[in-house]
């Protein structure tokens, strides 16, 4: 069914519920059809399909095949159904699902997102914001997490935070350029305004080259930062530079802009990590000022300070202790200092 047509799938999906199936039967034929709407990003015809059925018709309980593990149905619905109302910009009911799905699947990454994104369309910045800072903190934060809070902080004229914040989402090697285009041109308008004119230039020249290189049609959001880094440049009196038109050089200049922007402003600690059990995924760092141990993922822990007693330098991140209920803070950019036993690295 994900492979054809989709009105043709909708027509078949039709002929199945006219025979009244019920459980597994009935969840894949909804949220195939869904599927298969949401990759087409048909998703007017993602929510009318989800209509067909309500979330307690739905198995609540992840499903293993094989030696593959899938999400429960339940979650799917929930995930599919409220990124739909977003894209159909109907955030109030966007929010208020995706905190539903909250409810029955507490913590689930996305369906927070979902919320925090849509209560930023709804108005409330400040508060999308902080939501947005719990997301990046967690341990199933993405690169493109971390590119979306950038620019609910470039919206906040937070521009040091959010362009430090875009550095390290570029800095993540595991997607290529063309997934992460639209933020070459975010990064630019960051960079202008921190007085950075030839960042800008350069971010610009990538964004246009790989939409060259990809035959797609240049952004908008490309066009504006290429007329206001213009307007920079004329500003100044000085002409733009001369830069290469080739992704792969342009991705190397700009790689060295988002390692040196990702630490850019921040104060750095020392610490010790402590002993956590295998499997965890995170851990703590016994600071040597004295101060609270600070919570740290352990995917942020370079493998060479994986060790329990290895001794890093880190600096500090804001998120929120959802246990505590409180805010607080959490290492980042964790660095060797001293292997155990007094190795140097």
């Not at 159904?81 to 699902?97: G, I």
């Not at 979306?148 to 470039?154: A, D, G, K, N, Q």
């Not at 880094?229 to 342009?250: F, I, N, W």
């Amino acid at each position: 069914m994900a492979a054809g047509d989709l009105a043709a799938a909708a027509d078949a999906g039709d002929q199945i519920l006219a025979l009244k199936p019920t459980g597994l039967t009935l969840a894949l034929v909804v949220l195939g059809v869904m599927k298969l709407a949401k990759e087409r990003q048909h998703w007017q015809a993602v929510l009318d399909w989800s209509s067909k059925v309500t979330p307690n018709m739905l198995d609540d309980q992840p499903r293993t095949v094989g030696n593959e593990r899938y999400m429960a149905h339940r979650l799917t619905w929930y995930l599919t159904s409220s990124r739909a109302l977003y894209e159909l910009k109907r955030f109030d009911e966007a929010r208020e699902l995706a905190r539903a799905g909250l409810v029955e699947f507490p913590g689930e990454v996305f369906l927070m997102r979902t919320a925090a994104l849509a209560l930023a369309e709804s108005g409330d910045l400040p508060g999308a914001i902080a939501e947005m800072r719990t997301v990046v903190a967690g341990p199933r934060a993405d690169w493109y997490m971390k590119a979306e809070l950038s620019e609910l902080l470039f919206r906040a004229e937070q521009y040091a935070e959010a362009y430090r914040l875009m550095c390290e989402a570029l800095s993540d090697r595991r997607q290529s350029e063309q997934y992460k285009v639209k933020c070459f041109a975010v990064l630019a308008r960051l960079a202008l305004k921190l007085g950075k004119p030839r960042v800008a230039a350069e971010h610009v020249a990538l964004a246009k080259a790989v939409y060259a290189e990809s035959k797609w049609r240049v952004s908008p959001e490309t066009v504006l930062a290429e007329q206001e880094v213009k307007a920079a440049y004329e500003a100044a009196g000085e002409a733009l530079p001369d830069l290469p038109t080739s992704s792969d050089q342009l991705t190397q200049i700009c790689s060295a802009h988002w390692r040196a922007g990702a630490v850019e402003g921040l104060r750095f600690y020392t610490g010790t990590v402590k002993p956590y059990p295998e499997g965890r995924l995170f851990t703590y760092i016994r600071r040597n000022d004295g101060g609270d141990d600070v919570y740290v993922l352990v995917r942020d822990l370079p493998p060479a300070c994986r060790e329990p007693g290895s001794q890093v330098g880190f600096a500090l991140m804001a998120s929120f202790d959802r246990k505590k209920g409180r805010e607080s803070v959490r290492a980042v950019h964790v660095r060797m200092r001293k292997r155990p036993h007094g190795t140097e690295p």
